[in-house]
Nanobody, 113 residues
Framework: QVQLVESGGGLVQPGGSLRLSCTVS???????MAWYRQAPGKQREWVVR???????KYLDSVKDRFTISRDNVPGAVYLQMDSLKPEEPAVYYC????????WGEGTQVTVSS
């Protein structure tokens, strides 16, 4: 059973930055990975994914502000978030893509002045 542990969330002012981390219990070599988020009262949505050769695809609303990266061994995925907007508070999760693993607890991101 793969375990995912997200961290790095917190409170940031609009326009601020955060770097999220996700550790995976094992290697992620050969596995597409992604970040997802779930805002209060909304369904969880895909934000960005990264392939095994580090090709990336972003949700249009985060393009040019968020950057995903990965380490295969040990398994870890990162999300650098810059220029955060007030409408982006959510719990952020990592998972494989498309997701088949159980979800971790996520990490809360709050954007507020």
């Amino acid at each position: 059973q793969v375990q995912l542990v997200e961290s790095g969330g917190g409170l940031v002012q609009p326009g601020g930055s955060l770097r999220l981390s996700c550790t995976v219990s094992g290697t992620i070599f050969g596995i597409y990975m992604a970040w997802y988020r779930q805002a209060p009262g909304k369904q969880r949505e895909w934000v960005v994914r990264i392939t095994t050769d580090r090709s990336t695809k972003y949700l249009d609303s985060v393009k040019d502000r968020f950057t995903i990266s990965r380490d295969n061994v040990p398994g870890a995925v990162y999300l650098q978030m810059d220029s955060l907007k007030p409408e982006e508070p959510a719990v952020y999760y990592c998972n494989n893509h498309p997701h088949t693993w159980s979800w971790g607890e996520g990490t809360q991101v709050t954007v507020s002045s």
